[in-house]
């Protein structure tokens, strides 16, 4: 009998102690994956951001500020007033953007041709450049508005996301020389993309080294010292986007840059790549040109 | 004897099952990776729990907090972050396809990283 009732405690005992992998377990619905599978580094949407990062540069901070609307959590009271902030800086941005879209589709052009119009590039930059510059000035109101819609978590998060804009929009545009051959850089991507060579790579990062004479120097420090004034102003209650006076320039100088190193790679990258390469690639130049992910809807949550 | 000792251990080991079990809910982390604060591109693609008057993100199996200019992260999981996050995974926004230049999706991606 004793052991009759030790066989039942002990079967018991197995089945309690399953409790706390399946019952308990019921929380297991938020075990974590594997650190292989945890994104410890980058994962497919830092990747697919990072993409993004390196063919759109138009609105510089207030790119930043629109995108950090994306992931930023908004009540349903707060969506209707966010999502028209969001078009506003949009539309804001729109003659900037435009002139991007236009730098592209000449870079593309020029690739397919196998023939670049310099002229007609630098003319493209300085217009991407000087359209970035009025981008802040012009996005004034809506960015105030967007301070008096959000609470302070709110926007203390917003500039969390800018700054870690900032970071990746770094490390999609570093240079592609030197000892780190910047591994989340573009032409990282194009080697894979575009079945690139060993030969192919060390030519164009040869011809990268050489160093461009036309792209303008980024002073990083310079835009991490605007994003701190930005960060610091809009955190506070009070906030007014107009006392940011030298945030302009920083648009205009990340902007002006990103524009003239990515008319200098596809310029460096032409005469190296076969026809094939350079069809695929200007294909590719020209998706992104009309690419708008922030036209998109926004709020769906995945399951 | 030795079958009564088996089974006073036997019981007691179900015991402490059971009230593990309940101590587990809402309070200790699951089991598993824990890892650095959210990287950079998480964070940007990522939408925040808004809990305590400040944006949470569940990363490598905690929950983290900006803390002034640094990251922290809740000791214990409480249980109003516990009740969000069995709700669904983190809202993450997919800007384009990874590692390929074209096939811009500008959709979405769900799931926890």
């Keep these: 009998m004793a052991s009759m009732v030790c066989r039942v405690v002990i079967v018991a005992t197995t ?3 399953a409790g706390p992998t399946t019952g308990c377990g019921g929380s297991s619905l938020g075990t974590p994956p594997p650190a292989a599978a ?3 580094v980058q994962d497919d949407a830092t990747m697919g951001l990072m993409e993004h990062h390196r063919y759109h540069h138009h609105g510089g901070v207030t790119l930043f500020i629109a995108m950090s609307l994306d992931t930023l959590g908004v009540s349903p009271e707060q969506r209707a007033a966010v999502e028209k902030i969001r078009a506003d800086l949009q539309a804001r941005m729109g003659p900037a953007r435009e002139r991007e879209q236009s730098l592209v589709a000449i870079l593309a052009d ?5 023939s670049m119009d310099t002229a007609k590039v630098d003319a493209g930059v300085a217009l991407v450049t000087a359209a970035a510059a009025g981008v802040h000035d012009a996005s004034v109101d809506s960015l105030n508005e967007l301070h008096n819609v959000l609470t302070p978590p709110q926007r203390a998060a917003l500039v969390d996301k800018v700054e870690s804009h900032w970071a990746v929009w770094q490390d999609a545009n570093a240079e592609e020389t030197g000892a780190a051959k910047a591994a989340g850089g573009r032409l990282a991507a194009l080697t894979t993309d575009l079945g690139l060579t060993v030969d192919q790579v060390n030519k164009i990062r040869a011809g990268l080294g050489a160093g461009p004479t036309s792209v303008p120097r980024l002073d990083p420090q310079k835009i991490a010292a605007d994003l701190q004034s930005f960060g610091d102003a809009f955190r506070g209650e009070k906030f007014d986007a107009k006392a940011l006076t030298t945030a302009s320039g920083a648009d205009a100088s990340m902007v002006g840059w990103g524009a003239a190193r990515l008319a200098y790679f596809v310029e460096i990258l032409s005469p190296v790549l076969t026809a094939d390469q350079r069809a695929n690639f200007a294909e590719r130049l ?3 040109a009309t690419h708008d992910p922030s036209a998109q809807s926004q709020g769906e949550r995945n399951p | 004897m030795l079958r009564k000792i088996g089974c006073a251990i036997a ?3 179900a015991i402490v099952a059971c009230m593990g079990c309940g101590v587990e809910v809402g309070a200790d982390y699951p089991a598993g990776y824990y890892g650095d604060y959210p990287p950079d591109g998480y964070i940007a693609t990522t939408e925040p729990v808004y809990f305590g008057g400040r944006a949470s993100y569940w990363y490598g199996g905690r929950w983290y907090y900006r803390d002034g200019g640094r990251w922290g992260h809740y000791g214990t999981e409480p249980s109003g972050l516990y009740q ?3 709700q669904g995974a983190p809202v993450r926004r997919m ?9 811009h ?4 991606s769900g799931g926890r990283r």
């Excluded at chain 1, 020029?110 to 196998?114: D, F, N, S, V, Y």
């Excluded at chain 2, 999706?105 to 979405?108: E, L, M, N, V």
């Design chain 1, 110 to 114: 020029g690739l397919a041709a196998g």
């Design chain 2, 105 to 108: 999706s500008g959709g979405r």
């Design chain 1, 38 to 40: 945890t994104g410890v």
């Design chain 2, 84 to 86: 969000r996050r069995m």
């Design chain 1, 15 to 17: 089945l309690l102690s």
């Design chain 2, 11 to 13: 019981l007691g080991a």
């Design chain 1, 286 to 288: 020209r998706e992104h």
């Design chain 2, 95 to 103: 800007y384009e396809s990874p590692g390929r230049s074209a096939g």
